[in-house]
T-cell receptor
Framework: GEDVEQSLFLSVREGDSSVINCTYT??????LYWYKQEPGAGLQLLTY?????DMKQDQRLTVLLNKKDKHLSLRIADTQTGDSAIYFC??????????FGKGTRLHILP | NAGVTQTPKFQVLKTGQSMTLQCAQD?????MYWYRQDPGMGLRLIYY???????DKGEVPNGYNVSRLNKREFSLRLESAAPSQTSVYFC?????????????FGPGTRLTVT
């Protein structure tokens, strides 16, 4: 069945790069997404990538997509304390079916 | 624009009580969703509404009912609350263009059932 998997925790020192990884199972997804959830809030779309792209860069964020391995990653350069949040990988299979991973909690060490 | 609003923000219920969670969006989106979020479980879809007048079950619909009152509002009802329904509930809405489905989420309702 459709599934999106990601590790649950990541600790990174302030100023270092964070890399959050995700694997998905449905190769028919047109877009893949990264959502960010700050404490006490709902999810907010952070960035996305079209399935025919390998890479997308947006300021400090770099998304890499390996379609062959069904692997998606999010790199945050120069990680700041404000980046502390839960990051969800997601794929849209159709309008009523957006599969979210369980979320990776990013903890920033001083 | 307020985006997606949810009421209440917090609620404590006793087992067997009923309540309705309210959700409204002002972005003129056709699709609306209810999710629950539990630790280590990620987001699970409860119900979905593709347009006014239609609703469909998601992954975990048991114990819940929904009403798409109009294009703006989508409510979630717990008829007889159970401790297993203790969770954070999120409403979301989206509009789709050529397969791109950005979902906009409300701030959530934190429900405890004792």
């Amino acid at each position: 069945g459709e599934d999106v998997e990601q590790s649950l925790f990541l600790s990174v020192r302030e100023g270092d790069s964070s890399v959050i990884n995700c694997t998905y199972t449905d190769s028919s997804s047109t877009y893949l997404y990264w959502y960010k959830q700050e404490p006490g809030a709902g999810l907010q779309l952070l960035t996305y990538i079209f399935s025919n792209m390998d890479m997308k860069q947006d300021q400090r964020l770099t998304v890499l997509l390996n379609k062959k391995d069904k692997h998606l990653s999010l790199r945050i350069a120069d990680t700041q304390t404000g980046d502390s949040a839960i990051y969800f990988c997601a794929e849209s299979i159709r309008e009523d079916k957006i599969i979210f991973g369980k979320g990776t909690r990013l903890h920033i060490l001083p | 624009n307020a985006g997606v609003t949810q009421t209440p923000k917090f609620q404590v219920l006793k087992t067997g009580q009923s309540m309705t969670l309210q959700c409204a969006q002002d972005m003129n989106h056709n699709s609306m969703y209810w999710y629950r979020q539990d630790p280590g479980m990620g987001l699970r879809l409860i119900y979905y509404s593709a347009s006014e007048g239609t609703t469909d079950k998601g992954e975990v619909p048991n114990g819940y009912n929904v009403s798409r009152l109009n294009k703006r509002e989508f409510s979630l009802r717990l008829e007889s609350a159970a401790p297993s329904q203790t969770s954070v509930y999120f409403c979301a809405s989206s509009e789709a263009w050529t397969g791109f489905y950005e979902q906009y989420f409300g701030p959530g309702t934190r429900l405890t059932v004792t």
